[in-house]
Protein backbone atom coordinates (compact mmCIF):
# COMPACT_ATOMS: atom_id res chain seq x y z
CA UNK A 1 0.00 0.00 0.00
CA UNK A 2 1.25 3.36 -0.81
CA UNK A 3 0.46 6.51 0.67
CA UNK A 4 1.48 9.89 0.66
CA UNK A 5 3.58 11.27 3.66
CA UNK A 6 0.97 13.56 4.64
CA UNK A 7 -1.44 10.84 4.56
CA UNK A 8 1.12 8.48 6.55
CA UNK A 9 1.68 11.05 8.99
CA UNK A 10 -1.92 12.03 9.78
CA UNK A 11 -2.38 8.12 10.45
CA UNK A 12 0.10 8.19 12.67
CA UNK A 13 -1.03 10.90 14.43
CA UNK A 14 -4.62 8.76 14.99
CA UNK A 15 -3.07 5.79 15.93
CA UNK A 16 -1.28 7.53 18.50
CA UNK A 17 -4.12 9.58 19.72
CA UNK A 18 -7.15 7.89 19.52
CA UNK A 19 -5.66 4.12 19.25
CA UNK A 20 -3.12 4.18 22.42
CA UNK A 21 -0.06 4.30 20.05
CA UNK A 22 -0.81 1.08 17.95
CA UNK A 23 0.75 0.35 14.48
CA UNK A 24 -0.30 1.68 11.35
CA UNK A 25 -2.07 -1.27 10.28
CA UNK A 26 -3.97 -2.05 13.15
CA UNK A 27 -4.82 1.84 13.18
CA UNK A 28 -6.54 1.33 9.46
CA UNK A 29 -8.30 -2.11 10.99
CA UNK A 30 -10.26 -0.21 13.96
CA UNK A 31 -10.64 3.05 10.93
CA UNK A 32 -12.37 0.18 8.64
CA UNK A 33 -14.17 -1.10 11.87
CA UNK A 34 -15.86 1.97 12.53
CA UNK A 35 -16.40 2.63 8.79
CA UNK A 36 -18.45 -0.44 8.61
CA UNK A 37 -20.13 0.49 12.72
CA UNK A 38 -20.91 3.47 11.20
CA UNK A 39 -22.38 1.79 7.99
CA UNK A 40 -24.79 -0.33 10.16
CA UNK A 41 -26.22 2.73 12.36
CA UNK A 42 -27.06 4.63 9.26
CA UNK A 43 -29.33 1.89 8.25
CA UNK A 44 -30.82 1.11 11.19
CA UNK A 45 -31.56 5.16 10.86
CA UNK A 46 -32.79 4.71 7.48
CA UNK A 47 -35.20 1.57 8.51
CA UNK A 48 -36.12 3.97 11.66
CA UNK A 49 -37.33 6.74 9.04
CA UNK A 50 -40.11 4.32 7.68
CA UNK A 51 -42.41 2.97 10.27
CA UNK A 52 -43.70 0.09 8.68
CA UNK A 53 -39.65 -1.01 7.63
CA UNK A 54 -39.03 -0.33 11.38
CA UNK A 55 -41.87 -2.36 12.53
CA UNK A 56 -41.42 -5.24 10.02
CA UNK A 57 -37.51 -5.43 10.90
CA UNK A 58 -38.86 -5.34 14.92
CA UNK A 59 -41.66 -8.02 14.54
CA UNK A 60 -38.94 -10.16 12.40
CA UNK A 61 -36.32 -9.79 15.18
CA UNK A 62 -38.30 -9.98 18.21
CA UNK A 63 -38.09 -13.79 18.31
CA UNK A 64 -34.73 -13.92 18.01
CA UNK A 65 -34.16 -11.07 20.50
CA UNK A 66 -36.48 -12.42 22.73
CA UNK A 67 -34.75 -15.77 22.73
CA UNK A 68 -31.17 -14.34 23.40
CA UNK A 69 -32.26 -12.41 25.81
CA UNK A 70 -33.66 -15.14 27.75
CA UNK A 71 -33.67 -13.46 31.50
CA UNK A 72 -30.84 -10.97 30.88
CA UNK A 73 -31.63 -7.25 31.08
CA UNK A 74 -32.68 -5.10 28.21
CA UNK A 75 -29.44 -3.53 26.43
CA UNK A 76 -31.13 0.00 26.66
CA UNK A 77 -31.94 0.05 30.34
CA UNK A 78 -28.33 -1.43 30.85
CA UNK A 79 -26.51 1.15 28.44
CA UNK A 80 -28.95 4.60 28.25
CA UNK A 81 -25.71 6.44 26.89
CA UNK A 82 -25.84 4.33 23.56
CA UNK A 83 -29.66 5.14 23.10
CA UNK A 84 -30.11 7.70 20.10
Do not use: C, T
Request: hydrophobic residues 35%.
Amino acid sequence: MQLDSGLRDELAEIAERDFHGVSLGEAVRHLVREHKINRIMRRYEELRADPDEWASYQAEARPADNAAGDGLPDAREEYPEYNR
